[in-house]
C-alpha cells in the first residue's frame, strides 16, 4: 500500500494538512482505503490527533463504548489484536462500524524469523471484516522491516514536528475543524503567548471555540482576554527583576504558580531572559550599537542588526531558540535597552544563581519557595550593585 505522503514531503505541514483533508472526507463516507492506516511520528500530540480526528468520523459518538477497542502496552500483544478484529460489529443493537485502535507494535517485535504469510494479525489485515477499521497511533519509530511488513497491508501517515512557520496554518485547521473563523493578527497573538506547542494550541482554540460558540470569530481581544501567556508573564517578572522591585516581582511569580505553571518552565524561561541579557551586553560592549541607535526608527535599527560582524555572531548560540540576534527586533531591542545598566558581571551571578536554584528544584525541595527565594535574591543582586551605561 503506499504512503499517504513520503517522509520527506511530510516535512512541511502544508503537505500534511492536505493529504489529511483529503485523508478525513474519506473516513467521513466510510471510504478509508485501505481499512488500515498506521500514524506515526515523534510528535504524541500530533499522533493521537490524527487518531482521533479519524475515529470521531467513523463512529458516532454513542458507538464507541460497543464499537471500538484500544489495546495499547502488555494489551496489545498478537492474541488480543486477532481477538479484537474477530470481535462482531454490533452491541446492544447493530451497528455500522467497528474501529480498534492499537497503540504499540510489541506483537510485531514478537514475530522474529517467522514467515509474514504464518503471522495470524497479518492474515487478518489483509481480509479485515467489511465495517472494520483498524487505526495504528505509533510515537516510537517503527523500524524499516516493520514498515516493509504493514505497508503491504496499511496506508502508512508520517507526521513530523511543526516548525515555527508551519503554526499559523496549523492553528487556523484547528480552527476550521473547532468550526470557527480566527482572524490573522488573533492568530499570531495566540502562537505568541502559547508558543511551538501543539497540545496547548489546540486546547487554546479548544476554549475559544467554547466561549464564541459555532461559527463565532475569534478576535485579537479576546485572544488576549482568554489566553494567558507564560512567556509574556516571565517577561514581567523579568522586568519587575531589572527595577529592583521585589514587592511586585514576588506577586508576579505568586500568580504563575497559582495558576500551576510549571516551577521548572518559569526557571527556564528565566533563565533564557538573563542568557539574552548577557548577549545583549556583549553587543553593547563590542560598541556595535549606540546608545542613540536604541531609540532609532525601526529600518534603521534593523539595518544596524544586519552589519553585525560575523566575528560576533559566531559566539552566539546556534540555536534559534537561544540566540537573541535571531528574535524579533522590539524584542532585540528591549534587551539592549535593559543591558545598558545591567554589569556584566551581575548577570553572571545572575545565572549562577539561577544554576543553583535549578540544581534544588530537582532535588525534591519545595519548588515554589525556591523561586520565590531567587528571586528575592535576583532583586537584591539588582538594588545592591552599581549601574552601567552603554
Given at each position: 500500500m503506499p504512503y499517504l505522503l513520503f517522509p520527506q514531503e511530510a516535512q512541511f505541514?502544508?503537505?500534511?494538512?492536505?493529504?489529511?483533508?483529503?485523508?478525513?472526507?474519506?473516513?467521513?463516507y466510510g471510504n478509508l482505503q485501505p481499512p488500515v492506516v498506521v500514524v506515526f511520528g515523534d510528535d504524541e500530540f500530533l499522533v493521537q490527533r490524527v487518531i482521533q480526528r479519524l475515529t470521531d468520523l467513523l463512529l458516532p459518538a454513542e458507538e464507541r463504548q460497543t464499537s471500538m477497542t484500544i489495546l495499547e502496552g502488555k494489551d496489545a500483544t498478537e492474541a488480543e489484536f486477532v481477538q479484537a478484529l474477530l470481535e462482531p460489529t454490533f452491541g446492544f443493537q447493530l451497528t455500522r462500524r467497528r474501529v480498534v485502535v492499537v497503540k504499540s507494535l510489541a506483537f510485531l517485535k514478537e514475530q522474529g524469523k517467522r514467515k509474514r504469510e504464518s503471522l495470524a494479525w497479518y492474515q487478518l489485515l489483509q481480509r479485515i471484516p467489511k465495517g472494520t477499521y483498524v487505526l495504528f497511533a505509533l510515537t516510537e519509530p517503527p523500524t524499516s522491516s516493520q514498515l516493509n511488513s504493514l505497508n503491504e497491508v496499511a496506508l502508512l501517515v508520517p507526521l513530523s514536528k511543526l516548525r515555527a512557520q508551519d503554526l499559523p496554518e496549523f492553528v487556523q485547521m484547528l480552527a476550521e475543524?473547532?468550526?470557527?473563523h480566527i482572524d490573522k493578527v488573533a492568530v499570531q497573538e495566540l502562537i505568541e503567548r502559547v508558543g511551538n506547542d501543539a497540545r496547548q494550541l489546540a486546547t487554546e482554540i479548544e476554549k475559544l471555540a467554547l466561549y464564541i460558540g459555532v461559527d463565532g470569530r475569534v478576535t485579537v481581544d479576546i485572544v488576549r482576554e482568554l489566553v494567558p501567556s507564560l512567556a509574556m508573564d516571565v517577561f514581567a517578572l523579568m522586568n519587575a527583576v531589572v527595577d529592583g522591585d521585589a514587592p511586585k516581582a514576588v506577586r508576579t511569580l505568586e500568580g504563575l504558580l497559582h495558576r500551576r505553571e510549571s516551577p521548572m518552565l518559569i526557571l527556564y524561561l528565566l533563565a533564557r531572559q538573563f542568557r539574552f541579557l548577557l548577549q545583549a551586553r556583549l553587543l553593547l560592549d563590542s560598541k556595535l550599537i549606540s546608545p542613540a541607535l536604541l531609540h532609532a526608527r525601526a529600518d534603521a535599527f534593523r539595518q544596524q542588526l544586519e552589519r553585525v560582524p560575523e566575528e560576533i555572531k559566531s559566539r552566539l548560540p546556534d540555536d534559534t531558540r537561544f540566540n537573541l540576534l535571531k528574535q524579533s527586533p522590539a524584542v532585540i531591542r528591549n534587551f539592549l535597552l535593559q543591558a545598558r545598566n545591567f554589569p556584566r558581571e551581575q548577570i553572571v551571578e545572575s545565572l549562577r544563581l539561577i544554576l543553583e536554584t535549578d540544581i534544588n528544584l530537582k532535588t525534591g525541595v519545595d519548588q515554589g519557595q525556591q523561586l520565590a527565594l531567587l528571586i528575592l535574591n535576583l532583586c537584591r543582586l539588582r538594588k545592591g550593585a552599581g549601574q552601567v551605561t552603554a
Amino acid at each position: 500500500m503506499p504512503y499517504l505522503l513520503f517522509p520527506q514531503e511530510a516535512q512541511f505541514f502544508r503537505n500534511v494538512r492536505k493529504a489529511l483533508s483529503q485523508l478525513y472526507q474519506s473516513a467521513r463516507y466510510g471510504n478509508l482505503q485501505p481499512p488500515v492506516v498506521v500514524v506515526f511520528g515523534d510528535d504524541e500530540f500530533l499522533v493521537q490527533r490524527v487518531i482521533q480526528r479519524l475515529t470521531d468520523l467513523l463512529l458516532p459518538a454513542e458507538e464507541r463504548q460497543t464499537s471500538m477497542t484500544i489495546l495499547e502496552g502488555k494489551d496489545a500483544t498478537e492474541a488480543e489484536f486477532v481477538q479484537a478484529l474477530l470481535e462482531p460489529t454490533f452491541g446492544f443493537q447493530l451497528t455500522r462500524r467497528r474501529v480498534v485502535v492499537v497503540k504499540s507494535l510489541a506483537f510485531l517485535k514478537e514475530q522474529g524469523k517467522r514467515k509474514r504469510e504464518s503471522l495470524a494479525w497479518y492474515q487478518l489485515l489483509q481480509r479485515i471484516p467489511k465495517g472494520t477499521y483498524v487505526l495504528f497511533a505509533l510515537t516510537e519509530p517503527p523500524t524499516s522491516s516493520q514498515l516493509n511488513s504493514l505497508n503491504e497491508v496499511a496506508l502508512l501517515v508520517p507526521l513530523s514536528k511543526l516548525r515555527a512557520q508551519d503554526l499559523p496554518e496549523f492553528v487556523q485547521m484547528l480552527a476550521e475543524q473547532a468550526a470557527i473563523h480566527i482572524d490573522k493578527v488573533a492568530v499570531q497573538e495566540l502562537i505568541e503567548r502559547v508558543g511551538n506547542d501543539a497540545r496547548q494550541l489546540a486546547t487554546e482554540i479548544e476554549k475559544l471555540a467554547l466561549y464564541i460558540g459555532v461559527d463565532g470569530r475569534v478576535t485579537v481581544d479576546i485572544v488576549r482576554e482568554l489566553v494567558p501567556s507564560l512567556a509574556m508573564d516571565v517577561f514581567a517578572l523579568m522586568n519587575a527583576v531589572v527595577d529592583g522591585d521585589a514587592p511586585k516581582a514576588v506577586r508576579t511569580l505568586e500568580g504563575l504558580l497559582h495558576r500551576r505553571e510549571s516551577p521548572m518552565l518559569i526557571l527556564y524561561l528565566l533563565a533564557r531572559q538573563f542568557r539574552f541579557l548577557l548577549q545583549a551586553r556583549l553587543l553593547l560592549d563590542s560598541k556595535l550599537i549606540s546608545p542613540a541607535l536604541l531609540h532609532a526608527r525601526a529600518d534603521a535599527f534593523r539595518q544596524q542588526l544586519e552589519r553585525v560582524p560575523e566575528e560576533i555572531k559566531s559566539r552566539l548560540p546556534d540555536d534559534t531558540r537561544f540566540n537573541l540576534l535571531k528574535q524579533s527586533p522590539a524584542v532585540i531591542r528591549n534587551f539592549l535597552l535593559q543591558a545598558r545598566n545591567f554589569p556584566r558581571e551581575q548577570i553572571v551571578e545572575s545565572l549562577r544563581l539561577i544554576l543553583e536554584t535549578d540544581i534544588n528544584l530537582k532535588t525534591g525541595v519545595d519548588q515554589g519557595q525556591q523561586l520565590a527565594l531567587l528571586i528575592l535574591n535576583l532583586c537584591r543582586l539588582r538594588k545592591g550593585a552599581g549601574q552601567v551605561t552603554a
